[in-house]
């Protein structure tokens, strides 16, 4: 009779968990001095970007500094750092945040900071530079911490900064943000009260609301829901948090099961309703006419311009689910919607349209393929409307604006002596780009510092666009970004 066999499990090695904490300590120490080489690269290059003014030292933070030999919509000195810091080449701001693979709205508060570290917080600055080395990293100023105090104090004067620099630079690797910020206020309060108190008042004029109708909710973008921030009156958020909750324990005793913060996010559509159903304004009770005429809308408006794709279409017509061409699967039919960067379901649209009281605009179908084209420097809607959906951001490099309401370039610069013919205002030579994004492609920038007795060298950000829609980018250094439909790849 065979005997059973027994198989023999080796143990696994053994794990030298000592090692693994001393390779994430090296790596953690590794990564500081990147960051903080980077972080002193970008001041050297905004140094090197400067005509050697400084911002007004009594006045408020400025936008530009006003040159009436300038080019109108070229370069401009920006006022990035605080009162007395140096202004800086706006144009440069573009060139440096590609590189670093970030868009102009990132960039721009990094050289912002750099900027107000190096001349206003020189004690902080050098707690800085001290993460380069593993050896004095302890006691260094993490960047991110310090680019967080450079955001409070740009708008102090140059005393109040070196105050905080004076009393913060010791202990600024272990204070905390609440500490930061009251140092600040302190610092406002003794050399700038008047300001002091403009604060206070003018934040009450800052009050704001915002639907966030772009934004992308990261874990599920085709959920359909987006964030809301603010910030109200005292008595408003209150009186608005009351109504909430009113209507939130309303929802509950009608039957509703979800959760509390659920339906407080269904109570503020059911809210909109409500009020989209009253008449603010009505007619006087002496019958005469109302002193404000009313503006009140439809309880929904739906316009939606709906890019779905075939194999969804033909699934909802034929009765099925469809199958996913992505994934050969039978599956769910997405809809982009052309005016916010989510994602929803074929059937969450048809929800909406279903509410009652839903007022429906119908978009006529556009062939994106077809090319269009005209020989005037004006752009017809119906060109600039296959551009805007052909490309729904702005093409430049790791710019991710919507179309809609951003300038139209021409690829090939219009010229007014063309042969007939030429359709220099088409959907192969047009691309949506920002304000600042165009007027960087169309004025040239210097691009370093000036050799003895002449000006910077002066070059343009050019590109181009292949058939299937990518746009190739060329920075004045000669740095390369491919901009497609999924994003911005560098090529160096």
């Not at 074929?346 to 062939?367: E, L, N, S, Y």
């Not at 165009?438 to 058939?467: E, F, V």
Request: charged content about 20%; glycine content about 8%.
């Amino acid at each position: 009779m065979n005997q059973p066999s027994t198989a023999v499990v080796e143990a696994p090695p053994a794990i030298d968990t000592t090692a693994l904490l001393a390779t994430a300590h090296e790596a953690a120490a590794a990564q500081m001095s990147a960051e903080v080489a980077t972080f002193v690269a970008v001041a050297d290059w905004a140094d090197a970007h400067t005509d050697g003014v400084v911002g007004d030292p009594i006045g408020p933070l400025g936008l530009w500094h006003e040159d009436p030999s300038a080019v109108p919509g070229g370069d401009r000195f920006l006022e990035l750092g605080g009162p007395g810091a140096p202004l800086v080449s706006e144009f440069c701001l573009y060139e440096i945040s590609a590189a670093l693979g970030r868009s102009v709205a990132s960039g721009r508060p990094l050289v912002g900071d750099a900027i107000e570290l190096r001349h206003r917080l020189p004690r902080l600055y050098a707690r800085v530079l001290a993460g380069a080395d593993p050896a004095t990293q302890k006691r260094a100023l993490p960047v991110w911490r310090a680019r967080k105090i450079a955001a409070l104090t740009r708008t102090l004067t140059a005393e109040a900064a070196d105050f905080v620099d004076r009393n913060l630079a010791p202990v600024a690797h272990r204070a905390t943000m609440p500490t930061v910020e009251r140092l600040v206020a302190e610092a406002i309060a003794r050399f700038d009260p008047e300001n002091a108190e403009l604060d206070r008042v003018d934040a009450d004029a800052g009050r704001y609301f915002t639907i966030e109708t772009t934004a992308v909710d990261a874990a599920s973008p085709w959920t359909g829901v987006v964030p809301v921030h603010g910030t109200l009156d005292l008595a408003d958020a209150l009186e608005l948090n009351n109504a909430v909750q009113r209507v939130a324990a309303d929802l509950a005793a009608a039957g509703c099961e979800a959760d509390l913060d659920v339906r407080r996010s269904m109570a503020v559509g059911e809210l909109a309703r409500r009020q989209t159903a009253l008449d603010l304004y009505g007619a006087d009770p002496a019958g005469g006419e109302p002193a404000v005429t009313s503006t009140r809308a439809p309880a929904r408006q739906v316009v939606l311009y709906v890019h779905l794709s075939d194999a969804a279409i033909t699934a909802h017509r034929s009765g099925g689910p469809g199958i996913d061409p992505a994934t050969g699967r039978t599956g769910i039919a997405l809809a982009r919607l052309e005016n916010t960067r989510s994602l929803v379901t074929a059937d969450q649209v048809r929800d909406w349209c279903r509410t009652p009281g839903t007022k429906i605009v119908v978009k006529p179908v556009i062939d994106l393929a077809e090319h269009v084209a005209v020989d005037a420097y004006e752009i017809p809607d119906r060109i600039a409307e296959r551009v805007r959906l052909d490309r729904p951001t702005c093409a430049f490099p790791y710019c991710g604006r919507p179309a809609r309401g951003l300038d139209l370039d021409h690829i090939e610069p219009y010229r007014s002596n063309a042969a007939p013919g030429a359709g220099q205002s088409s959907t192969a030579n047009l691309a949506p780009l920002c304000r600042g994004h165009h007027r960087l492609k169309t004025h040239a920038s210097p691009t370093g510092s000036s050799p003895p007795g002449g000006d910077p060298p002066a070059r343009r950000w050019r590109y181009d666009r292949d058939p299937l829609g990518t746009y190739l980018w060329t920075s004045p250094h000669g740095l390369q970004y491919a901009v497609d439909p999924t994003g911005t790849t560098p090529l160096d």
